[in-house]
């Protein structure tokens, strides 16, 4: 068993209560490293530590450009480490290792895009209607920032935020979910290499509901960028409410991959199968619901059930695997339990529905990719995010009822269109209610665009330029002349 420690103050630590919890591996279920559980002393050490920077003048007295300097450098670490960061997160959230490779490759993109930012913040001179009067604006950070994350992608959904945080010139203090911690430890071992004075970057761990709440509650904290469930957004929202936090919620989504006749179906088949089934269908952007127009119905669900059907099923670190486990036990409980609701509710299982039954996949956390057809949008499977690899296949007779099954849904994260019809793209993309829409494509991220969520999907905007807004605040300077 590996023992991890948290980052606190550029110093190594265990929690002030000196408790611990295992990680798991969802390849086998059995635990592999001990974490510390921080607790409400640890989260005010950490934000202790973080104020104490943020007024340093190692740090406010630190040029921009300089903050720039270190941001590269410390992508050019990760780019450096990338595949033991990734093999670490398999361990933890049992995603596939040449996805999670993949991922951990890219994220250095987001420090250099930031870093790039960083001296690029420019006020402006306000031609003020009052006379001799000298009128500007300047930028600054707001303090200390919380990003707190979910396990799907540890380390990239904590690049999202902490790439601009830092290079807006705030200080930092991650709290990843307590299923998959030990990645974001082993970033804090590359960031103690980079030469950030300390108390800029801090990891606490521990559950959520503990160490996280203290993070969220504190008056010392400025900011919590967060993702993760809608039932957390909400609980963090409020506190931010009553503590006039800055927030930003990237939350859950229900998101629709609509397919018209007319689409090129054999690009559509994947995109929708890799929309779904990929990271065991553990995305926020999963293209969970299937609309696809009647009259190629049939057609389309045979080639989707062919290739579904061919997904090899094991151990995620195999380069060969294409669909792992999923993340958790408890994960796996939800995931089976909404496929009874499924079942109960009418839907036709089509394919999957149920665990595995291969021995030599052991005690591990898998479930079978699952099709539902007969799905009505008004059924609990397709208006509630199941987080796992099950899909909804809706049909539908017109454009104005995709629209309208398309947009009947507490979430609007994302949407596909699926169509060689330019009109129809247009059309689509100005009435989507979701913060990205696709079109002949599927799950396309990247530093220079936005990613964020229309209704419960969450507030703000994480990634592309104007994401670095979301760490600063605007202060006016009057002169008189
Ligand atoms: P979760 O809400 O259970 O946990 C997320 C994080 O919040 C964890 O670090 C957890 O410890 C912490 N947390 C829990 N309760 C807290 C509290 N009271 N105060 C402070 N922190 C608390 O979510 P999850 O199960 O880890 O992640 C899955 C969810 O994340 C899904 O809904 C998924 O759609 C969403 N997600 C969204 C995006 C996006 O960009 N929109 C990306 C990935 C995942």
Known sequence: MKTY???????????AGKETFESK???TGAPWAVIPRGQQEDADHAVAAAIRAFRSDDWTGMTATNRGHLLRKLGDLIADNAEALARTEVQDNGKLFNEMFFQLKYVPEWFYYYAGLADKIEGSVIPIDKPDMLNFTRYEPLGVCVGITAWNSPLLLLAYKLAPALAAGNTFIAKPSEFTS??????????????????????????????????????????????????????ISEVAARTFKKVTLELGGKSPNIVFADAEMDNAVNGVISGIFAASGQTCIAGSRLLVEHSVHDAFLDKLLKLARTARIGDPMDTDTQVGPVTTEQQLEK????????KGEGAETLMGGRRPDRPELGNGWFVEPTIFGGVRNDMRIAQEEVFGPVLSVIPFDSADEALSIANDSSYGLAAGVWTQ?????????????????????????SYMTPLGGYKNSGLGR????????????????????
Not at 9 to 14: R, S, V
């Open 25 to 27: 591996n969802p390849y």
């Open 335 to 342: 995931v089976l339990g909404y496929i009874d609701v499924a």
């Open 182 to 235: 030990a990645s974001t430890l082993e970033l804090a071992k590359i960031v103690d290499q980079v030469g950030l004075p300390k108390g800029v970057f801090n990891v606490v761990t521990g559950f959520g509901a503990e160490v996280g709440a203290s993070l969220v509650e504190h008056e010392d904290v400025a900011k919590v960028a967060f993702t993760g469930s809608e039932k957390t957004g909400r609980l």
């Open 421 to 445: 019809d330019i009109r129809k793209i247009k059309h689509f993309s100005e009435r989507l209610q979701a913060g990205t829409i696709w079109a002949n494509t599927y799950r396309v991220i």
């Open 5 to 15: 420690q948290m980052y606190i103050d550029g110093a190594w630590t265990d929690a």
């Open 462 to 481: 994480e990634n592309g330029q104007n994401a670095i807004y979301q760490y600063l605040q605007t202060k006016s300077i009057m002169i008189s002349t």
